[in-house]
C-alpha cells in the first residue's frame, strides 16, 4: 500500500480522492455562503452558521478536510516539482495550445493564487469564529450563536477591495476546477472517448456555477450596500 501511494500513479491517485472531496465540500459552502443573499437580517445565514459549527457530522469532518486540503498541495507541489526536475532539458518549443487548455497548463499558478486567497479568508473569517471566538453573540429562535452574518456581512459591505479579491478567488478557482474536475476522474479510470466528452462538459458547468455562485454574494453587495 505505501509504494503505491509513493508511486507516481498513487500520488495521482490520492490527489483525486482529496479533490473529489474539497468539490464536494464547495458545494456544501457554498449553499451555506448564499443564505446572505436571501435575508438581509441574517437569521438564516446564522443558523446556518450555526449548524455548521455544532453539527457533530460536520465536527468530525472538519479536520478530515482541512488534512485533506493540506495533503492536496504538498502533493500538487511535489508532483510539479518532480515534474519540472525530471525534464531538465529545455525540449523544443511547441504549440501546447492544441493539446492541452490554458488551465491544465497552469495548475500549479492557479493554486498557488488560490491558496493566498484561502489564507486571507481564513484570518477574516475562520479563525475569529473558530480559534479567537471574537464575533459577538446574537439570539436566534431562543438560540444563543455567533453573529456569523454581522461579521461576513459587514465585511462585504465595507471593504471593497475585499469584495474585488473575492470574485477574482472565485475565478481562480472556477479556472482551477476546469481541469481539476474531469482530471479526477480520468485518473481513477474514467478516460475513455465518451467519458472524457462528458466529463469536460460537466467540468465546466460545475466550474462556472462555482466561480459564478461565490462571485455573486460580494457583487449583490456592492451594489446594494
Same mark, same amino acid.
Do not use: L, T, W
Given at each position: 500500500m505505501s509504494s503505491f501511494l509513493t508511486s507516481s500513479i498513487g500520488k495521482k491517485f490520492f490527489m483525486s480522492i482529496t479533490g473529489f472531496f474539497l468539490m464536494v465540500f464547495l458545494v456544501v459552502h457554498l449553499g451555506i455562503n448564499l443564505l446572505l443573499l436571501f435575508d438581509d437580517t441574517g437569521v438564516l445565514f446564522n443558523l446556518g452558521a450555526h449548524f455548521m459549527g455544532t453539527n457533530p457530522i460536520?465536527?468530525? %469532518?472538519?479536520p478530515v478536510l482541512a488534512l485533506g486540503l493540506i495533503l492536496h498541495m504538498l502533493y500538487a507541489s511535489y508532483l510539479t516539482i518532480t515534474n519540472m526536475m525530471a525534464r531538465p532539458v529545455k525540449y523544443k518549443k511547441v504549440n501546447l495550445r492544441d493539446s492541452s487548455t490554458w488551465a491544465s497548463r497552469n495548475m500549479f499558478i492557479l493554486g498557488s493564487l488560490i491558496l493566498i486567497f484561502l489564507v486571507l479568508h481564513i484570518m477574516n473569517f475562520y479563525w475569529k469564529l473558530k480559534v479567537t471566538h471574537t464575533v459577538p453573540s446574537?439570539? %436566534?429562535?431562543?438560540?444563543?450563536m455567533e453573529n456569523a452574518y454581522e461579521m461576513v456581512a459587514g465585511l462585504f459591505k465595507t471593504s471593497l477591495v475585499y469584495n474585488l479579491l473575492y470574485i477574482a478567488g472565485a475565478i481562480f478557482l472556477g479556472l482551477h476546477l476546469t481541469h481539476g474536475f474531469w482530471s479526477a476522474f480520468q485518473t481513477i479510470g474514467w478516460s475513455g472517448d465518451l467519458w472524457r466528452s462528458r466529463l469536460y462538459l460537466v467540468a465546466k458547468i460545475y466550474a462556472i456555477i462555482i466561480a459564478v455562485g461565490f462571485s455573486i454574494i460580494p457583487l449583490y453587495f456592492i451594489i446594494k450596500f
Open positions: 460536520i465536527k468530525i %469532518v472538519e446574537v439570539m %436566534v429562535d431562543g438560540v444563543e
